[in-house]
């Protein structure tokens, strides 16, 4: 149709679709598993809700719009229907804590349970996950042995973990 005097023409419009980015907090490359049909896009005039995101070892703590992740007012389960443009959120990863526990029972490779003994100051060792942790040198003892490394079973089918010192 070519435009005349005497015609009204309108806008067709459409409601935008904008693309949505992942980061980790401080604006690293996002290094989670994002859940299963988490948002790429999202379109104004219609919310939009985030999924969740998974990382071994660590915690996930939300979604935020501060790369920081450290105002709480800052993080968002969706996007807002009144939103426009594109959008760039940040994963607000804790790592896990754990607590390792030296056992002063075991069993000898001919399998008689033993009992060493284990210093009374380092029993316990609290570690965080992806840092590295000093373990302690001559803590465990036991008449005739020599300590070469630690198992997470006492029968030594486990996993077994080497420590220098």
Known sequence: ??????????P?????????????????TF???HEEGYPTTYTRFTETFLKGATKD???FGGWYTDRHCEDE???VSSIESTAAGEKRLYAKWTP???TIVFDKNTIDTNGNDLIGSVDGNVQTLDCTYDVTTTLPGEIYSITGYDLIGW????DGTGEYIVFKV
């Open 1 to 10: 149709m070519t435009a005349t005097v005497g015609h009204n023409l309108y």
């Open 12 to 28: 067709k419009v459409t409601p935008g679709t904008y693309e949505i980015e992942y980061k980790d907090q401080g604006d690293k």
């Open 31 to 33: 290094s989670g598993t």
């Open 57 to 59: 070892g660590y915690i």
């Open 73 to 75: 007012k800052t993080k």
């Open 96 to 98: 896990i804590t754990y």
């Open 151 to 154: 198992n997470t079973k006492a």
